[in-house]
């Protein structure tokens, strides 16, 4: 959970990614049209939501 709050200032600041947190899923799209990728996992998994920011950040896949 620690790392949900880095992840909102990344995603926030890229204009072609949404968050979206529902029932202790975090789940974030990124990309447009057929580029379009989805990343999901538990709010407690900071260890997934640092790789998912890693992504957003870098474009690295896991």
């Given at each position: 959970?620690?790392?949900?709050?880095?992840?909102?200032?990344?995603?926030?600041?890229?204009?072609?990614?949404?968050?979206?947190i529902?029932?202790?899923q975090?789940?974030?799209?990124?990309?447009?049209?057929?580029?379009?990728?989805?990343?999901?996992?538990n709010?407690?998994?900071?260890?997934?939501?640092?790789?998912?920011?890693?992504?957003i950040?870098f474009?690295?896949?896991?």
């Open positions: 959970m620690k790392q949900l709050g880095n992840l909102a200032i990344v995603a926030a600041s890229h204009t072609d990614c949404m968050l979206q529902f029932d202790e975090v789940t974030v799209h990124t990309g447009e049209g057929s580029d379009r990728k989805s990343y999901t996992c709010v407690w998994d900071d260890i997934r939501i640092s790789e998912i920011v890693r992504i950040n474009g690295e896949e896991i």
